[in-house]
């Protein structure tokens, strides 16, 4: 079976650090373009940050360009993403995607497999 499971969420005040791993079950991770997003109550989905197939190529969105890091360990089938200096407006479900085609580059779109999300709040 087909599986995406996201981890490491919770609460956290402002300023703090969460990692949020993505583990797959039942394909590789490897050869695949991953994205993280994130869904805030009352807000549409937003693309938070992907990684290409390589791990070459990365993106980041604006909101988050020099406090989050995307990172893969094939390894371990994972993708992480390291969060720092957290502020209120991260507060939200972050969900890891994939796409089901191999060798792609960091995209936020055409993802096939979805998690279920972590729910990751930043709040004092």
């Known amino acids: 079976q087909l599986q995406l499971v996201e981890s490491g969420g919770g609460l956290v005040q402002p300023g703090g650090s969460l990692r949020l791993s993505c583990a797959a079950s039942?394909?590789?991770?490897?050869?695949?373009?991953i994205g993280w997003f994130r869904q805030a109550p009352g807000k549409e989905r937003e693309g938070v940050s992907c990684i290409g197939s390589s791990g070459s190529s990365t993106n980041y969105a604006d909101s988050v360009k020099g406090r989050f890091t995307i990172s893969r360990d094939n390894a371990k089938n994972t993708v992480y993403l390291q969060m720092n200096s957290l502020k209120p407006e991260d507060t939200a479900v972050y969900y890891c995607a994939a796409q089901r085609r191999v060798g792609g580059r960091c995209s936020y779109y055409d993802m096939d497999y979805w998690g279920k999300g972590t729910l990751v709040t930043v709040s004092s």
């Open positions: 039942g394909f590789t991770l490897g050869y695949r373009a």
